[in-house]
């Protein structure tokens, strides 16, 4: 099975909050990621966490992690038009050069 | 170039030929990942350059593809009897290579159809 499981879609009203979720298998993950790809274009990092930590706040970006459960989540305050994209979940494990993508939600922002 | 650049941006061929694609990583870039990106489907790991080691090879599909990195910096990804399947946008991303650098940079991608 996937190492790394997120939703597929995801549909907002724009100004609204918006939480993508991903859950992921491996206990021994280090880092875990999120990126952003636009449409055309390759992916772009937003944001990262350490296994050690449980929050990290970036202007209207909030990754949660429950190691717990192998549950992260990224919360976008304000959603915006702009915001809408896919937006991928990624793992990296100890010792390993190589992340883990999850198969990315796809945010759609309406008016 | 400020950013990994990619070429061509869109690869129309037909069943049986071979492609080949281009990425330029951004400079001093030691590390180089090739991914696939099927519709629907995550990044597929295919190949990881580091420096001057032996790559990483264990993501590659079938024998019909192949990279290579010259001098350290520009790669190419080779497919041979393209089939359909093969269909997909390949993407480029690069690194520092540091232990501890997270931020992988990625190019635009080619996007390969296979009629």
């Known amino acids: 099975g996937e190492d790394v499981e997120q939703s597929l879609f995801l549909s907002v009203r724009e100004g609204d909050s918006s939480v993508i979720n991903c859950t992921y298998t491996?206990?021994?993950?280090?880092?875990l990621y999120w990126y952003k790809q636009e449409p055309g274009a390759g992916l772009q990092l937003l944001t990262y966490i350490f296994s050690n930590m449980d929050m990290k706040q970036d202007q209207r970006l909030t990754v949660l992690l429950n190691k717990k459960d192998k549950h992260l989540s990224l919360r976008i305050a304000d959603t915006q038009t702009g915001d809408s994209a896919i937006y991928f979940c990624?793992?990296?494990?100890?010792?390993?050069?190589?992340?883990?993508f999850g198969r990315g939600t796809s945010l759609i922002v309406h008016p | 170039g400020a950013g990994v650049s990619q070429s061509p941006s869109n690869k129309v061929t037909e069943k049986g030929k071979d492609v080949e694609l281009r990425c330029d990583p951004i400079s001093g870039h030691t590390a180089l990942y090739w991914y696939r990106q099927s519709l629907g489907q995550g990044l597929e790991f295919l190949i990881y350059?580091?420096?001057?080691?032996?790559?990483?090879k264990s993501g590659l599909p079938s024998d019909r593809f192949s990279a290579e990195r010259t001098g350290g910096s520009v790669s190419t990804l080779t497919i041979q009897r393209t089939q359909q399947e093969d269909s997909a946008v390949y993407l480029c991303?690069?690194?520092?290579?540091?232990?501890?650098?997270?931020?992988?940079?990625f190019g635009p991608g080619t996007r390969l159809t296979v009629l």
């Open positions: 990624a793992e990296r494990v100890r010792g390993s050069y190589i992340p883990t």
């Open positions: 991303a690069s690194t520092s290579g540091a232990v501890l650098d997270n931020e992988q940079f």
């Open positions: 350059f580091q420096g001057n080691s032996a790559p990483d």
């Open positions: 491996d206990s021994s993950s280090t880092y």
